[in-house]
């Protein structure tokens, strides 16, 4: 074939292409104003909803006051699933089911003690085990105090931990105005901790708990031992952010001081649980999966109400406000109540293995997992696209004061289904009390502001709304 000619063909058949793609995205970019006018009432009816007959609230108050901390593995979690899955077929869901799910299984066995003497005075301190911790031995440890600010100054110590307790005190930076950013920037002292100085024989940890705030509550949290032999194993525990800052404060006065802890936590062999999933049928691409979810689990201080009650309530609601709205979406709504997102993620891992083995076709994944506090906006992990499309969207989310849709992470729970063609989003509300709550005794349903949390609802059901409209077309998925 003639070279002028194939080139010919191969610009027009480009051309093609280019003006086909070109069209669905001006259709996605620019809407009329008809169609504008639709979405905005449409937005407006869902918010309307939430705030009238919004059922998020009651069901946050029977979860946390009538089950409470649900970690995985426990009795309450069990009680959890049996509830998730018959509020979901309350709500009148297309089809609700279990997943099963193998979990871990950690106890906190009797309340932790602890305490130093500084000036002949004992000094109680307010601590608990952190997830996945060992037991110190029956009759607690005591032994004198390191003090650093990061896991690079603990590693340094070298031999000089053998026979100390490290004591971890980096806190939080408080100039960066996403608490979110400041946790990641120390929690992995908590997870890392005792890894770091276990292998130069340290006997124990204790952790400044991962708040912005100062007070009298230990945050608990996940920690992991790496690849440490088990004789290696020392217990670990989170003291709170007051006394982790008198405690520092006596150590430059009294630097041999001993102090003491007990704990009585233990590891038992992993137990079954599920994931709670279901769904409302699409009307055009019913294979064509959109998850809206939270985690079920919680850690057991409190009743898990900020983390993660708020979450599921809210991703539940959004099938409800789009059936009272009549919202019939083109594509599947699946909400998934994922299960051991606290200390293990096995739920989410589960949920993507089996979409994998099904042959499921995912286009999108919103998690609420940043308690319930009022709504600023979406952190996006999407092409870049899909990154501009949703933030096209500001005009039509902005008179709710979701402002903030920004590149980042989707969460924790739908991070396992990321490809390219899945839109992974995370709703985001404010975040400045979330770590007050977060992991302790307090995150209970009395916390929880009932508009705040119908905010969110209709919030992440709308962005729902604008995603299954415009967000893909058919021959946009390339699998």
């Known amino acids: 074939m003639n070279k002028i000619y194939v080139t010919l063909l191969l610009s027009v058949l480009t051309l093609l292409s280019c003006s086909k793609e070109n069209k669905t995205q001006k259709k996605a970019f620019n809407l009329s ?9 449409n937005i407006k009816g869902l918010f309307n909803t939430a705030l009238t007959e919004g059922k998020s609230y009651e069901w946050l108050r029977d979860l946390t006051t009538n089950i409470g901390g649900r970690l995985s593995g426990s009795k309450e979690a069990e009680q959890a699933v049996i509830w998730g899955e018959k509020i979901m077929q309350e709500v009148g869901l297309d089809s609700v089911w279990l997943q099963p799910v193998m979990v871990p299984h950690w106890v906190r066995g009797a309340k932790e003690v602890a305490n130093y003497s500084f000036n002949g005075n004992q000094i109680q301190v307010p601590i608990c085990a952190l997830g996945f911790s060992v037991a110190t031995p029956r009759d607690g440890i005591s032994a004198e105090v390191i003090e650093v600010k990061s896991l690079e100054e603990a590693e340094a110590l070298g031999t000089k931990a053998k ?30 901790g005792a890894a770091t100085v276990g292998k130069y024989g340290a006997v124990g940890v204790i952790v400044r708990s991962m708040t912005n705030g100062i007070n009298d509550y230990p945050h608990t949290g996940s920690m992991g031992y790496g690849d440490l032999p088990k004789e290696q194993y020392i217990p670990a525990a989170a003291i709170s952010s007051r006394a982790a800052e008198n405690l520092s404060k006596h150590l430059k006065k009294q630097p041999n001081l001993e102090f003491y802890f007990k704990q009585n936590c233990k590891t038992l062999p992993d137990a079954p649980s599920f994931n709670v999933v279901g769904e409302i049928k699409g009307s055009e ?55 051991n997102e606290e200390n293990g993620l096995r739920g989410a891992k589960e949920y993507e293995r089996l979409a994998k083995e099904n042959g499921e076709i995912h286009i999108s994944a919103l998690e609420s997992d940043s308690g319930g506090h009022t709504p600023r906006g979406f952190s996006i992990d ?19 004061g979701l402002h903030d849709i920004y590149e980042g992470s989707g969460g924790a729970d739908i ?31 009395d916390k929880v502001n009932k508009r705040e949390l119908e905010l969110g609802s209709a919030s992440m059901a709308s962005i729902v709304y604008l995603m299954d409209k415009y967000l893909y077309t058919t021959e946009s998925i390339k699998l």
């Open 163 to 192: 026979g100390k307790i490290v004591f971890y005190n980096g806190a939080f930076d408080n100039t960066l105005i996403n608490t979110g950013e400041a946790y990641g920037g120390c929690v992995g002292q908590r997870f890392s």
């Open 382 to 400: 999407a092409n870049e696209k899909n990154v501009k499309l949703l933030q096209s969207w500001k005009k039509l989310l902005a008179p709710y």
């Open 33 to 41: 104003l008809k169609e504008e006018k639709l979405d905005s009432t």
């Open 285 to 339: 691409n019913p294979d064509k999966i959109m998850v809206v979810g939270g985690h079920l689990d919680s850690w057991d201080l409190g009743d898990g109400a900020h983390d993660d009650g708020t979450g599921v309530v809210q991703s539940l609601e959004v099938a409800y406000l789009f059936k009272k709205n009549n919202i019939k979406p083109k594509n599947t709504i699946r909400i998934v109540f994922f299960m």
């Open 415 to 445: 991070s396992p289904l990321k490809e390219d063609h899945v839109t992974l989003v995370g709703y985001k509300p404010d975040s400045q009390r979330y770590f007050d709550y977060h992991h302790t005794v307090i995150d209970t349903f």
